[in-house]
């Protein structure tokens, strides 16, 4: 697994944004506007595909 490193931006008054780099968008195929949830697991954050 490539390890990327990566800057936190922040957006707007309280929010922060991570690009996620382009391979890992290809290998999951992430679209845009897709919804996605993020949880929070010891020190880490996972992000999955929304289900209903």
Same mark, same amino acid.
């Given at each position: 697994? /490539? $390890?990327?490193?990566? /800057?936190? %931006?922040?957006?707007? $008054?309280?929010? !922060?944004?991570?690009?996620?780099?382009? *391979?890992?968008? *290809?290998? =999951?195929? !992430?679209? +845009? $506007?897709?919804? =996605? %949830? =993020?949880?929070?697991?010891?020190? $880490?954050?996972?992000? +999955? *595909?929304? /289900? /209903?």
């Amino acid at each position: 697994m /490539k $390890k990327y490193i990566r /800057k936190a %931006t922040r957006v707007g $008054k309280r929010s !922060i944004a991570v690009v996620i780099p382009a *391979d890992i968008v *290809d290998e =999951l195929s !992430i679209r +845009e $506007k897709q919804k =996605l %949830t =993020l949880r929070r697991s010891g020190g $880490k954050i996972i992000i +999955e *595909d929304w /289900k /209903k």
